[in-house]
């Protein structure tokens, strides 16, 4: 599936999608506080770049810990970014760039890159790129939190992260047709083993590389790069 219709997914959503997101993730405060917990950096004022960014969620937590940082919201879909500039308003230390972060042409470096549950919808070969290219783009001392959904390592385990997945779907305030939105943007998922995005990882220079989360699918990755 194309990264057209990832951006044509997202947009359809944005207006709802800060409603809907705690009820379609179990622990999101839980996922976000331990992003925000890794987010170190010695620099008073760090860059910080949040790739995929959609509306701002995962910064705004961010800007609870850093309040003098600059900070860069990137996002394929424009719609999401609309929503983060008016969570954001009036405030001049953030940018946004709308576009897609493999083709992307950074002109900076940054102290802190994040990401959440936004790249388990490239394919590994990508997963593998943008982990490189977000190596080649941080600081000396600087961290990659990625806070993402990652495949079981077997049939058996996959299917009781799906199964857990749903029961808290359907047990939340979710109406018929949120779930069928959702259901719909699901099919764009494609989740990597937790195995392979370490490997991955470890494989384009990242040290001290550990995971710091897990529930079920869903898992907070860490790597700093260090020479």
């Known amino acids: 599936m194309s990264h057209g219709i990832v951006k044509e997914r997202f947009n359809e959503c944005a207006e709802e999608y800060d409603r809907q997101r705690r009820a379609l993730i179990p622990h999101l405060d839980d996922i976000y506080t331990t992003v925000a917990e890794l987010a170190v950096s010695n620099v008073p004022g760090p860059k910080i770049l949040d790739l995929g960014a959609g509306t701002g969620l995962l910064t705004k937590q961010l800007f609870k810990r850093y309040q003098r940082a600059e900070f860069t919201l990137l996002d394929l879909s424009d719609k999401m970014l609309e929503v983060a500039k008016q969570r954001f308003d009036g405030l001049p230390n953030f940018h946004y760039i709308n576009g897609n972060y493999l083709e992307h042409d950074f002109e900076d470096f940054f102290d802190i890159v994040t990401s959440s549950l936004s790249i388990h919808h490239l394919k590994d070969a990508e997963k593998k790129f943008l982990y490189e290219k977000i190596y080649s783009i941080l600081n000396d001392d600087g961290v990659f939190i990625n806070a993402d959904q990652v495949l079981a390592p077997n049939p058996e385990n996959e299917r009781a992260y799906h199964a857990k997945w749903m029961e808290y779907i359907e047990s939340g305030p979710l109406t018929e047709s949120d779930k069928k939105t959702i ?22 220079r990242f040290r001290d590389v550990d995971v710091y989360y897990k529930y079920y699918t869903f898992t907070v990755m860490y790597g700093k790069k260090t020479v």
């Open 183 to 204: 259901f719909k943007r699901m099919e764009l998922d494609k989740p990597a083993t937790l195995e392979d995005n370490l490997k991955w990882l470890k494989d384009s």
